[in-house]
Every structure is written in structure tokens, then in C-alpha cells.
């Protein structure tokens, strides 16, 4: 039992707990992307960081060695492992939501490139579930393919500048149709992937209907080039300092950008159906990434704290205040939340993501908190190393720092796990009320008087 | 799927990761359970307390309605379900680790009762496992069966006053032979279910060889009749208030008792090796009966802050404040240790309690500090009425609390996985320093300068 | 400097903020407050714990000792220093919030003895200070003066049973006149200090006018004594298993209770100023106690991690784990909420308990959690002992712990602050308007494009 | 009383705790600097911003509106405020440690530029204390008299890259005499303000008698020339994503660098006790600025919670979730970090550094971590502008997160509290022992058995 790889990178408890729900293929697949990212993809990573340049270029720059390791995985068949053969029988691969999500963990320990060489990288998968369930037949052959086959990048463009765009209904991009085009205005910011030489294609959320008393169905989706005219990243904007180049987060204008009525997606006011149903299992793998984050950086710590080189004082560090004791409750922290997530993906795959609501709204306030204070933690005990670009540990505080605002910050997720809760309170009295019936009868058949 | 009655009291989510590991027995068995405690025991609860007198006579009592329902729990097969047929084919029920756990968490739902009246109640569990564990013939017909049977209760005598007792090698009782007689001498305290007119039988840890070399040899466990002369109840230990009566938390002198030789238990100088073994799946059930006792209380809370009489200012408690983070919160709190807790009880069946030391700690520091938070937050909804006699939720409180000291404090477990985890250092080192080897070769090969 | 016997208990640092705000008297008492409770009080508390009965007549007991102690402290002057004669010139003494403060620490390093012997016990200080302030002069004879010479006790009755009482337009107790006489009708509990035999007088707050438009003018406040026709104690409340006998918290009936017009307090509907007015200084003092507490409980701790007889493994308490550094933090979040308490004093002083409302919330929903905090470490640090009645640690959390209830929850103070703060916005927004107009004028006098 | 314009900034009840220590030309100076910050340099900071070049020249740049500000700035006389008289009578200010605490914290909500334009940066300040303290009469002419004119500014290059350098005895580098010259050989990392093109000057820490039997006799420090050959910026070190330019944070090598034997500090071996006697007020000028600093994130929050244009789902920011309880909670920490750091200082005036270490060191493992927990609520608020370039949120927030490092990391501070209370334990032992004794003789005096 639990003599899979996996267990040594994350933990036996955990994979016993699933290793039954395995199939032959996914146990296979999760070991060869085990043994790819470790003898591959580690030695990579500091080169990968070096072939960026630190000048202005470095927005033009596609990363030699990450497209070497690309070719490397595609061959392997550790290529699109996000997309489930079950929802996308044409091109997905035969993995269920649960399986996935180990290997997304897997990836999320070594930073992007984990998914990036994998062409599991947000906010491409997003995209492309997009265009595979809604997009049609020259949508898919135009965009999806070239996509799936990692020869392009993506962008999915929805929060805004000025507006409070948690609440989609606040949007003001707008969208309308002239003849037979629709025209796009709107200030975006925070386009994830917009800066990337290799994007090529913006899906742009935007109101087409602003006065239709369903404010739900005030939204649509269209497809925009990333080069049509009109589409101008004003700049690029930093996260707690980083830049994220190549990918980047932009700024974004889209004035009076033009495309064919063949670029909107699924129909008219369909965005907001589309937005929620990009979102729920993404969510649950920007957790698993998360987690192997977390993980990452305590082994890192692990290393760091048993350095002979480090001792301070004639001790080493772990022998040092409570090292120990942030070692132990991050060790628990990560085990519990990993749990917490495959429960969270397991309940997709029985119930679809609808059905996995509370779970995934637990799994997204839960696990970034946990896996900011383990890497912080790490950081700490790095000292002002641990601050600077030669750990990858601040770079990862920052990145999932993110995590905590986008698709909804903390506390919309709170409230909703919250509300609920709250929502089982009827029952909860109907089946007080029915003990209390029975107690007044046992208090009588005891002869005991029922207290006030 | 997931229509299992379990499903309403815990949650979907975590249910559907074990289900298909319940066998069909367990799964009758644990619906059964679910109707039983719902039906009979519920309505109970409040009995039991009023059949207690205030008076001294309450450590005599044995409460009618208790020993009533055990009758019932008999009569339906939910009896001793702690005792795996696996480990004790005699007398054990055919129920893995992993299925009691979700069991002992019900059964935590119903405070001491819900353990009781299925006879799976601390410390006879534990004290009956040694029995049939490592007791003779005589041993167990004199002691275990009235004890399977519901008959007699025991107490574990182990911790003692004014020793530092959390290391066993400090122990001061003394142990010793006097011709066919073993001779017992030692000041003990906190002694829970001595106080309990249905205990018949301590068993007493003490030294029988201190001069012993191996510490670890140094201890014998003696069978000793709860009324042999020299046994004196000095008096009953509170905690936070509580007497816990009629079982109680008792000092007691052991002063010169005699038994026969025959009740020295596996042997001289097994002692640790007995409370080793009796410890690890003990230390499971305690924390699943507490996340049931969470669970409870989260229930208790939901009820109170939508009870339309107990509105201020013109609102629900709810909509108050933070009351509805602080039950999501809670929600996310149980959920992840319940998960935590059913994988450490999977490791104990794949691995025996041996195998899964590192998740039984994780377990066992993670999961008390996790209920009274919760167990916290709800008396806080319930206001004064919240630290009365008139809700669980104080007693809750104070039992829960002793978790973090018994079978050992939080800090013993904190260490214990801190230093197990830092010995995964020469494993991490051995990669990191594999692919140190492997980035210089990729560095050279790219054309690229290695940084320093 | 700092060479006052106060810096040995609490800090200089503290002592050193304040020392040239403190009269000569008021040094002098403090030294003499000190000297006594340490020299005379700190060895008679397990006496007095020893002369309350454990069974039902301890609710008839005056303790001798705390007699014995209250003639002695009286005869030092050490008596009533609660009533400052700024407010109560007939029977004050000249101390100002903030002198009483320090003093108030000091006292709650000794449990409730240390205010009980000087006469200033909760409720007995608000009911005097309402009588002295409110009363008229046939009150003050009665009530008043045998309150002030620590004769008779008293009870302020005001929580509701079955009622969201913190919102005080919920009281459902009725207050009305008939004839010359008045009569009330009400349910109540957790009334403080009614269990006990020398309590005369329980001052009432009721509903006299439950239809009057403005809620605030709904109630009035009457004077009862304890021994009053229809004056039902029914039952003690317990704080989490502690009945704190002899004084209780008792649930009351009022039942068609009669008393003289003359009885009722200030007026017809001034109920609700006299509740208002007897809180905040009240606030004060018992975040005042919980801090000496908190240093008690760090005190003792201490002592028990370097006791010798203690060792485990080897090892002293705090060479063990986290011990010291959970050491550290108790002794810093003691030394910051002391601070805040001590300036929320000060601002008393200088601006009634109106104008520090802030302050006064503040300390209010910080001390108690602080002190809760520090006193689990300490239990933590002790064991089973920890928690048991054979030291004050487990009592003193459970007396802490209905600090985060009465006189209103946490939940009431945070929004209060919160709040509070709210109301900054205008000046905030306005300030950053006018920053902004001269930004522009700096940007285009230095020749740079404003950023959007 | 409390009308100064400080109360309006910071809180009324903390300035009445302290206004009677304030001298009056205190008083007129921070009311000046409070005008002065708040009309000439809070509209300048983004211009400041703006004018440093995003590309390589940024480490060339001297940017002129802070050169407009500091002229500005001493000509109020609000320069080199950090400069006691007391201590430098030549060229100090008359302002006490507390005085000026109260002027850093409004500094430090200006981020950098606040000190920087007052000439109160550091690392300048502790340099210029060093140098007015142990430098003589050349090398203060030569390098303290520009630093104190603002004309040039400084580095102090102490922490080393590959080495623990927390605990100083692990220093590598090497300070040798030869004939009349030092020669400095080291390797040295994070030195704060070398990458400034006004930097001229260097004070380095290395070994100059590696062999000596005391550790700290083995340390010097010496006066290096920043364009000393030799001296070689390697790069600059970033902090979480930010390189803090123009100042910087460097990598160094000192290869063979020769300085005249003039150049030394104070004396051979002195150079433990240079740090040491720097380190302590500069810890909490640290504190107060990032006071300052948290009070700014809560009032920028406090703003962004209450803008009409940020409603989501119909409702303020303030009316979701927990918002209005993180600002009761984030104004309450603030308070009391306040007070405790206030505390400090006066220790420090009182007691000079050596007497205040435990008020210093609970300052310094308190409130960066309290000022963290404030900033990150406030960037939550703001959703990804939180994190981004536009608000100066997550820059204040690396930058304090490196004060959990620099000086020592919070763990060392923390066990020097810890370890200091434990010094406790004999006074406290002696005091119960005495009690214990007068105890006996009451229970005694009572007839009353002690209990054991």
C-alpha cells in the first residue's frame, strides 16, 4: 500500500484515503508527471527565471527552455491533463476531477512552470472549457486548437478598473452589435496572461443588455484578437511588487475594438452562465496548486532549519524557538486543507460543480490563508533571503497573496458557506421539536418533572 | 449516492470519500446508531442529568434511564463497537478503525451518553482492550466479560500527584512482590470512572523494577479490585467546574493493597508496552467524539442565532456582527479535521496504530484546539445562558479541554511530528542536491551562466 | 524612579507612564493596598476557599476570614476606593479613575477576595454609586450607608431569562404603581451576588411604561429588599461548572413583589440613564481585575515551568517546546492591554465615561480574550492540576470568560468601534480631496502627466 | 486638552497619556511637522513616485521634488529630529526618545519620504549616531557633517550573504591592519541605501581578531569610501518583488578594499559594542514608523469602505462580512501598539537602551506582526489594487515585513522576553514560600487543616 510515488512528495494518509478511486491510467499518468517534474522541470527552473530578461524586453521574451519542456511533456502525454474526457470526449483526457487535483497539486510545486509545461496553466484551461463546451465548430478550429496544442496563449478579460467587478452586475464594458459586428468598449485591468508575446486571443466579458430587469442576463462573451485594433494594454500591473512577466496582469483598453458577430460565444447574455460555470472547478485547482505550493515551501524550510552551515549560536535553526512547533502545525495545516480540497474535487465528479458549491466556497477562503501562513513561515525562517528573488518563497507569498481576491475575495465565500449553514436551521428545529415531544413523554414515564 | 442517514448529521462531502470503504454491516450498523441515539437517546439527555442528585449520594447513583437504554443499544447490536473482531475475534465486531471513527463521532454528538449506552466508554474501551488483549483466561472471566457486558465499569490509574506523570519514567507508585502477593503503593489522581459505584476494577500502572536500566522496562500494570482494603478515594478532581460525576475524576491512595500474583497483567516489566498499545486508537476516538461534540455545537448555534425570540435590535443574532463567519468557519473548522481524523483512522488500519504515529498526533493536538473554538464561538451566541447548566456547550467546554492535557499535552504531540517531519531532511537534501547536478548541466547546455 | 513596590507586581514600563499622574495619597494607598493584600490576603486564600461548605449551607456562610480581613483593611483606609470624591465628595475618596485603576489591577491579582475585603465588589461598587448619585436621602440611609460600612450586600437585577436582554428594550419585567405602592412581576437570572446572606437589597430594573414611544424612557429602576414578600431565588446559576458561592448568580422570580413608592429610583422611566451611567467606569475595572489575574496566572506559570520537581525527560518545563515563547507573548499582550486600560482610565478621567466610549469599548473586547489567552497557557503549563479546583487558574477562566457577555458581548463593542471609526470617513475623504488638488498643481508645476 | 493637531492623526486617549511630557518646543515642532507632512508632502508622494525612471537610470536618480522638500524641511527646522541633544549636544535637537517616537510614527505614515525629507532615514540616522558618538573629529567633518546636511547619505553593511549573520560571531568578513592601511575583504548582502547615487560612504562590520577568546572583542568597524576600489555593487536585492530603489538593498563584495588606518571606528574590537549601542532606539523609531504606517492602511481602508462608488450588491463595503469588526479590531491593535512602543520609549529616557531591552524587544516582535495583520486587511479591502502599484498597500506591507527579520528576527526577540521573565521565577518563589508559611499559621489560628 501507498508505495506510489505520490505518498513521498505529499502524504500516505491522504492517498490512502484515495487511492481506490484511482484508475490504472490516472495511477500511471500522476507517476510520470512525478518523475518528468522532478528530473526535468526542477533543474529548469532557475534557468527558466535567467532567459527572462530584466528589461523591457522581457514582455517579448517566450522562454527557450520552458518550450523544450513542452514538447518534452506533450510527448509524454502530460499535456492538457486538466480537460476531462467525461465533460470534453474529443479532447480530454480520461481523468476525473479527483485525480486531477493531486496532479495539480504535484504541479503547484514548482511555481507556474509545473502547469505551464503542461498546458495546465490558467487562464488558458479556463479558456479552454470555455470554447470546448460553448464555442463552436470555427471558434474551436480557429482558437481551441491551436490552444490545446500550447502554440498559443489566452486571456480572460473581466475585472475592471473603477468598479467594484466582484459583483458582476457592476460591470460597464459594453458590448453591442453594428450590422454584422459587435463592438467592444471598457477599461479592464488585472488581465491575467495579456502580456504574454504568445496570447493571441482575449474572451472579453462585457454588458450587451445594461437595462434588462435580469440582471443576470445583462452580460455577453465575446472572442477579440488580441491584435485588433483597438485593444491597448496601457500598462502592466504589479502584484505585491512582481510583474509576473511574461504572462503579466494588464491593463487594458477596448475602444471601439470590432469583430465579426461570429466572435460572440454561446449567445447573447449568456456571459454570466458562462463566467459561473468557468469558475468552480478552477477554483479548486488554484487550491491544489496552493497546497503543493505550501508543501514546497516546507520542505524548503525543512532544508533550511537542518543546514549545518546555518547554525546560530552553536544551535541550528530548528533547535531555535518554535521552529519545531511552525514545522508540526504546517505540517497539519497542509494535510488537513489537501483533504479538504479532494473532498471538495470528489464531490464535483459525483455532483457536478453546482452540487459542490459549499464545498468549493470552503476550499477557496480556506486554503490560501493556510498556505500564505506556511509559506510565510518558510520566509521567516530564511531570514532576508527569504524576502528576495533568490527563494522562490516571496515570489509564491504573492502569487497566492492573489488568491484571496480573485474569483471572489474571502469573504464572499464566507458569507456563502455561512448563509448556508444558516439554511439548515429549519430542520434542525423540526428535529428538536420532535425530541422535545419525546422528552416530555420520558420525563412522565420516569416521574420526573420536565424542567422549564 | 450519499444518501446514507450519516450524510444529514456530518456531510456529504466527507461521506463520500469513505463510503466505499464501509462494508455493508458497517453501514447498516452505523444507520442503525444514527436512529437509535436520534430517537431514544436524544430525549434522554435531560433525564439522565435530572436523575443525578446535587447531593453527596450522586457518586452512588446509577441513572435509571441509562442503564435502560443500554439495554436497548444491547438488544440492537449497537454494543461494544469500539472492539474490532479483526484484533479480539472472540468478542469484537467485524468494524474497521475507520468505520468506529465515523461511529465515535456520532456517539460525540450525544455527550457521555451516546459512548455509554453502547458501552464504548473511556476508559473501559481502553481498559478492555488490554484485557482481552493481553489478559489470561482468569483475568478475562473475572474481569473482561462483566465489563463486555455492560456490568461493571473500571478505571486506568496512571496519572499521579505531584509527579510530572506525562513521562512514565517518573512515575513513583510502587509495584512490588511479597511472596505470592504483589504489593501496591502510590498516590494517584485525576482516575477517571473511580468514582462510579459500578466500577469494580482499577488497573494500576506503577514500578516494579525502578532500578531497571531501560527506563521503558521499569513499569508493571496490576489488576486491583476497586474495593481491595488500602484503596481510598481521597476525594473527587474538578475540572473547570465539573465533577463529571457519578464516574468522576478521583484521587486515590493505593496504601499497602495486596492482590494475588495472578493479577499482574502480560508480565513484569510490560507496563509501557501495555499503555503504549492502549493508547493509539484511543486517541482517535477521543478526537472523533469531539468533532461530533463540535458538530453539535455548531448545530446548537445555528438554532440560536435564527430563533426569531432571541432577536435584538429589531434583527436575528445572525445578521449581527460576525456570527455568520464564525459558522462558516466552524463549518470549514470540522470539516477539515474530521477528514484529518478519518485518515489517521485508515493509516491505523493499513498500518496498525504503530504505522500512523505521526497522524495520530497531527490528530490529537489539531482536533481539541479545533472544537473548543468552535464549542467557544456558539456559547458566545447563547450568551450567559451559553455557560450555564442549562446547555452542553460549557461541559462540552471543560471536557473537551482536558483532551489538550490527556494522553499526553498538545506540546508532547507538536514535537513529536515537528522532529518526524525534520527527518525527512536527508531525503530532500539528497533531490535538491540531484538536481543541483542536473541545473548545471541544463545551465551549460543553454549557454547560460549558473548563478551562484 | 519606578522604585514604587507597584513595579515589582505589574511594570515599571506602565508605572512609569503614568507615576507623575498619581497624587501623593494615591501612591501611598496603592503601596499600602499592596503590602496588605500581599502580606494579610495572598496567605488567607485557601482558608476562605476552605470555610465555604461544599454542601448546600455554603449558601448560608459568611466566610470568617474574609470578615476578619475586610475589619483590618477598613481600619487602614484601604475602604470603598472605588467611590472617587470628584463624583461622591460626602463619601468618596480622592482617587481618580486612573490611581483607581492600578489598584483595581492589583486587587484582581487575589481572585474576588482582594475587592471583597476593600469593599469594592462588583455589584455592590455600581449599586453604590448609583444610590450615592441617584438616591435620595431616606435611600441613602437605608441602603446606601450599610453598603458603604460593608454590612449588607446587594444585587442589581436586570439579565431576563428567555430574553435577548443585552438589547435593553427587550425587558420584559413589569414595574407599575398601584396606589402608593409598587409592584413588580419579572423573571430574571445570572443575578450576581444574590446567593448570598449578607445580600439586603436587589436594585430592579423593569418596564414602567413598555408602551412609551421613546424605548429609552420605558424603564425605571426599583429598590427591593432581598427579603420582600415574593422574592423567589430559585436556583443558582453555574459559570461553566463554578457557582461562585456564597455570592451566586441566581435566578429570580419577582412575583407580585410590593414595595413602597418611595423605593423607586431617580424617577418614573430614568431607568435606562441609571444602567447607562453604571457601566462604563465598571467596564474599566473589571478589564482592570482581568489583567491582574492574567499576570497571576503568568506569575504562577512561571513558577511552575521552573519548578525542579517538574522536569520531564530530563528537561525543565520550559526548556520544552513553545513554553517560553508563549511566556513572551503573555507578557507582552498583559503589558499592551494594561496600557490601553490604563489610557481608557485616563480619558475617563478627563472626559467622563461620555467622551471615552471608544476607549472604554476597546479595553472591553480585548482584555478579556487577552487574559482568557494568557490564563489557558498558564492551565496548559500545570496539566490536569491546571484545571482543577487546586488552583484558582481553571475558576479565574471560567470568571474571566463571562466578561465576554455581561455588560454587553464582544459582538457589541467591536460594531461600536467599527463604527465609531466609520464616522472618520468624511474628514478622511475631505483631507484626501484637498491633497489631490494640490498633487495637481505640484504635477504640472514639476512638468509630469498625472496618473489616472 | 487634546486639542493638538496630533490627536486628530493619531488618537486622543494614547496624547493624553503623554502630553505632559512633552516639552513645549516639542509640542511646536510636531505640530509643525504634522502641517508640513500633511499640505507639502503627502500631495508629492506620487509624484515622487513618478520621477523615478522604471528602467537602469532608477539607480542614478536623485529625485528632485524630495530635494524641494528636505530644503523645505530645514529651513522649519524639521531636520536631523532623531538627534538628541541630550546625547549630541553639538548637533542634536532637544527631544527625548518619546518626543520623537511620536514624530516618527507621523513620519512613517508618509512611507519613506516622510523620514527622508526630515533627514531622519535610516540607515543615515544610526550612522550618524555612530559617528557623532565614537567617530573623531576628522571623520566627523569629513562624513558626519554632510550626512547631518543631508547632502550625502550612508550604508551600514553588516548582514552577510552564506552566513547566518544574525548572530554576529559568524561575520566572515576580514578587517586587517597593513602597515598604515585596513584591507576589507567580505562578502555582504542587504545593505540598505548602497544603491543610492548620494550614498558616499560605507560603515562595514568584519572580524578584525578572529582568534580573540571573547567573540565580541572579535568585531570592528571601519569608514569605507563607496567609490573606495574595490567596493563592488553585485546587484540589488529585492523584497518581495521590490528593490526599494533608489536606496536599494545591495550585494557587495569588499575585494581587497584599502582604507587609511584613520578610517576605523572607536577602536579595535569595538565593533560589537558599535552595533549594539546603535541598535536599540532605532528598533523603535522602526516600531513607531510602522505604526504610522498601519494607522495610514486603516484610514486608506476606512475610506474605501465607505466610497458610494465601490457598493456591490447594493450595499457599502462596511455593510459585508466582517469589515466594520477588522477596523474595531485593526484600531485596537493600533492603540495598544501604540502605547506599548510609547511605553518603551520612556523606558529608554528613563533608563537608557540597556534598561529598556525588554521594552524594546516586546516592541519588536509585537508590532510589525500587528502593523501586517492591518495592512493585509486593508489591501483586502481593495481587492487586486490592494496588491498593486496604484495603492502604496503592498509596498508598506514588504517593507514591514522585512522588520520581522532585520535586527534580529522575531524568535530571537522573543526568547530574550521569555528568558528575562524567567528570571522571575527565584522572587516569585521566595514570595509563595513566605506566604505558604503565614498561610500555616492562619488555617492554624482558624483550627482550620491545611490542605496538603
Not at 495579456?194 to 466579458?205: I, N, Q, S
Request: hydrophobic share 40%.
Amino acid at each position: 500500500m501507498a508505495s506510489h510515488p505520490v505518498t513521498e512528495l505529499t502524504s500516505p494518509s491522504s492517498w490512502a484515503m484515495i487511492e481506490d478511486k484511482f484508475s490504472r491510467y490516472a495511477k500511471e499518468t500522476l507517476a510520470k508527471l512525478i518523475t518528468f517534474l522532478e528530473e526535468e522541470v526542477r533543474p529548469a527552473e532557475r534557468l527558466a527565471r535567467a532567459q527572462l530578461p530584466n528589461d523591457a524586453t522581457r514582455w517579448q521574451t517566450v522562454i527557450p527552455v520552458i518550450e523544450e519542456l513542452k514538447a518534452k511533456a506533450r510527448k509524454l502525454g502530460l499535456w492538457n491533463l486538466f480537460l476531462s474526457k467525461a465533460y470534453y470526449p474529443e479532447h480530454g483526457v480520461p481523468l476525473t476531477n479527483l485525480e486531477y487535483a493531486v496532479m495539480a497539486e504535484i504541479m503547484g510545486r514548482f511555481g507556474h512552470i509545473g502547469s505551464e509545461v503542461t498546458n495546465c496553466s490558467a487562464p488558458d484551461t479556463g479558456n479552454m472549457e470555455v470554447l470546448a463546451r460553448y464555442g463552436n465548430a470555427e471558434q474551436q478550429r480557429r482558437w481551441l486548437v491551436p490552444l490545446l496544442n500550447g502554440e498559443i496563449r489566452s486571456a480572460f478579460a473581466m475585472t475592471e478598473r473603477f468598479v467594484a467587478s466582484s459583483d458582476a452586475t457592476n460591470i460597464r464594458t459594453s458590448i453591442r452589435q453594428e450590422g454584422e459586428e459587435i463592438v467592444i468598449n471598457g477599461h479592464k485591468w488585472y488581465i491575467s496572461g495579456a502580456g504574454d508575446p504568445r496570447t493571441k486571443v482575449h474572451l472579453v466579458l462585457g454588458k450587451s443588455d445594461p437595462n434588462n430587469s435580469n440582471a443576470y442576463n445583462q452580460q455577453s462573451v465575446v472572442i477579440v484578437p488580441a491584435d485588433a485594433p483597438g485593444v491597448k494594454v496601457v500598462r502592466h500591473m504589479t502584484v505585491m511588487g512582481y510583474d509576473d512577466a511574461p504572462e503579466g496582469h494588464s491593463e487594458i483598453i477596448y475602444d471601439n475594438v470590432r469583430v465579426p458577430l461570429d466572435n460572440l460565444v454561446l449567445g447573447w447574455g449568456r456571459g454570466f452562465e458562462i463566467i459561473q460555470g468557468r469558475l468552480g472547478p478552477g477554483r479548486i485547482h488554484h487550491c491544489m496548486r496552493s497546497i503543493g505550493a505550501a508543501q514546497m515551501a516546507l520542505d524548503t524550510m525543512i532544508q533550511r532549519v537542518t543546514d549545518p552551515t546555518r547554525k546560530t549560536f552553536g544551535k541550528f535553526l530548528y533547535e531555535h524557538g518554535t521552529v519545531v512547533a511552525d514545522i508540526a502545525k504546517s505540517r497539519a495545516e497542509i494535510e488537513s486543507a489537501r483533504l479538504l480540497v479532494l473532498s471538495a474535487a470528489l464531490q464535483i465528479d459525483k455532483l457536478r460543480p453546482k452540487g459542490a458549491m459549499k464545498e468549493i466556497a470552503i476550499a477557496k477562503f480556506v486554503v490560501p490563508s493556510m498556505a500564505l501562513q506556511v509559506v510565510d513561515r518558510a520566509m521567516q525562517a530564511f531570514g532576508a533571503e527569504g524576502l528576495s528573488q533568490d527563494q522562490e518563497l516571496a515570489f509564491t507569498y504573492a502569487n497566492i497573496r492573489t488568491l484571496r481576491i480573485a474569483d471572489g475575495p474571502d469573504a464572499v465565500h464566507i458569507q456563502q458557506v455561512g448563509q448556508r449553514e444558516l439554511k439548515r436551521a429549519p430542520t434542525l428545529a423540526k428535529k428538536t421539536a420532535e425530541a422535545k415531544k419525546k422528552e416530555a413523554e420520558l420525563f412522565n414515564r420516569h416521574g420526573s418533572k420536565l424542567p422549564q
